[in-house]
């Protein structure tokens, strides 16, 4: 099984809806992250949670809030999704040192 | 205004020959840095890293070298492998980021041409 799942895996959306996407990981790692993928950009961290009780604004947090359910599991929400928050999404987890660990991606596509 | 580049967005290598993927960081307060590959549909996965405190690390056919002074580093790939098609992500982390966040470079798509 793999170590970080998300789901939906694609997903597409009209302007105005709000969507959820979740994650959950198996490494037992305290702190998870939302990143998000443009092309020529990389990848641009949204907001990220060291535990249950913390949680923090990225590079890119306006239009995004998330929730962190539980240790294993931090979801991504977007209240009013609009065009240009199309994109690739990743959520990872790292412990303290220097391994990270990215799930497989949310393609997520706004009209 | 981008910390990390890869100013490459593209590389097209002859199977066996070498591949160079470059990367320049701006902020000084780096000290970790890692390569990620990428394949289509797939999340990225951790290639190789090297700590601040080296200028080379070596891991089978990938070799990072860090120029500090120069804020610059590379990924060479010998011999590259049709399979070493994908997109490499250059990715930095640094004490001053509270959590060991990682700040990613654009990317570069490497093809390996049989």
């Known amino acids: 099984d793999a170590d970080v799942t998300q789901t939906p895996r694609n997903r597409i959306t009209k302007t105005g809806k709000r969507i959820m996407l979740e994650c959950s990981q198996t490494?037992?790692?305290?702190?998870m992250y939302w990143y998000r993928q443009d092309p020529g950009l990389g990848l641009r961290l949204i907001y990220y949670s060291f535990d249950v009780k913390d949680i923090n604004k990225g590079e890119i947090s306006d239009g995004y809030s998330v929730s962190r359910q539980a240790q294993a599991k931090f979801s991504l929400s977007l209240e009013s999704a609009i065009p240009n928050q199309t994109a690739l999404y990743f959520c990872a987890t790292s412990d303290s040192g220097t391994g990270w660990y990215f799930g497989p991606g949310t393609r997520l596509t706004v009209l | 205004d981008q910390q990390v580049k890869q100013n490459s967005p593209s590389l097209s290598v002859q199977e066996g020959r070498i591949s160079i993927l470059n990367c320049d960081y701006t902020?000084?307060?780096?000290?970790?840095f890692l390569w990620y590959k990428k394949y289509p549909a797939e999340g990225p996965t951790f290639l190789i890293s090297i700590s601040s405190i080296k200028d080379k690390n070596e891991d089978g056919r990938f070799t990072v070298f860090l120029n500090k002074s120069a804020k610059h580093l590379s990924l060479h790939i010998v011999p590259s492998q049709p399979g070493d098609s994908a997109v490499y992500f250059c990715?930095?982390?640094?004490?001053?980021?509270?959590?060991?966040?990682?700040?990613f470079g654009g990317g570069t798509r490497l093809m390996v041409k049989p």
């Open positions: 902020n000084s307060m780096f000290d970790y």
């Open positions: 490494k037992g790692h305290d702190r």
């Open positions: 990715a930095a982390s640094g004490v001053e980021n509270a959590g060991n966040m990682l700040t």
